[in-house]
T-cell receptor
Framework: EAGVTQFPSHSVIEKGQTVTLRCDPI?????LYWYRRVMGKEIKFLLH????????ESGMPNNRFLAERTGGTYSTLKVQPAELEDSGVYFC??????????????FGPGTRLTVL | AQSVTQLGSHVSVSEGALVLLRCNYS??????LFWYVQYPNQGLQLLLK??????LVKGINGFEAEFKKSETSFHLTKPSAHMSDAAEYFC???????????FGKGTKLSVKP
């Protein structure tokens, strides 16, 4: 079974440009999460999709970030316009919805974004 | 509100020595706790998780962790370190069945030959 995949693995852009990150979750996983790790800091939650619906977007830093999950399969995270402080590693994770103890969140390898 | 504190951003041990990585949590609801590992140039991989069953949890690669409610701790241990254990380790907590994970800052483990 394929794991969570993310594209691109690295992206270097200029301040003010637009970047779109893509995440393909494990097939059949309704839960999809985006996280970010800024250098030297902890991994922080950005948002959570259940199928195509945004369940929780309380971690999105500002309105320059737009996440979508059309059709409930893959997800994109667009940053427009990018700022220097957006640099970091963006992780995607997916899991199965279940009652009781949470299912394991499976993480992708991350996209390293550098804004110059 | 929930939070995680990992004591020590860097830990160095000799090969064959005990590995102890510390994690303390704060949670207003019964917590679910996780340890993830990130090897160089890879994503996060689950080592083990506590989901309110047994307090001593065994994971992959010989790691285990014990949930101690009285101490609000979930420390990760391995009796004998191997060179391949060198990686960054993250402790995380969540309070819900589908909630997001809240991570500690991570601990980088170095293993000396």
């Amino acid at each position: 079974e394929a794991g969570v995949t993310q594209f691109p693995s690295h992206s270097v852009i200029e301040k003010g440009q637009t970047v779109t990150l893509r995440c393909d979750p494990i097939s059949g996983h309704d839960n999809l999460y985006w996280y970010r790790r800024v250098m030297g800091k902890e991994i922080k939650f950005l948002l959570h999709f259940v199928k195509e619906s945004k369940q929780d977007e309380s971690g999105m830093p500002n309105n320059r970030f737009l996440a979508e999950r059309t059709g409930g399969t893959y997800s994109t995270l667009k940053v427009q316009p990018a700022e220097l402080e957006d640099s970091g590693v963006y992780f995607c994770a997916s899991s199965q919805p279940r009652a009781g103890p949470p299912d394991t969140q499976y993480f992708g390898p991350g996209t390293r974004l550098t804004v110059l | 509100a929930q939070s995680v504190t990992q004591l020590g951003s860097h830990v160095s041990v000799s090969e064959g020595a005990l590995v102890l990585l510390r994690c303390n949590y704060s949670s207003s609801v019964p917590p679910y706790l996780f340890w993830y590992v990130q090897y160089p140039n890879q994503g996060l991989q689950l080592l083990l998780k506590y989901t309110s069953a047994a307090t001593l949890v065994k994971g992959i690669n010989g790691f285990e962790a014990e949930f101690k409610k009285s101490e609000t701790s979930f420390h990760l241990t391995k009796p004998s370190a191997h060179m391949s254990d060198a990686a960054e380790y993250f402790c995380a907590v969540t309070g819900g069945s589908q909630g997001n994970l809240i991570f500690g800052k991570g601990t980088k483990l170095s293993v000396k030959p």
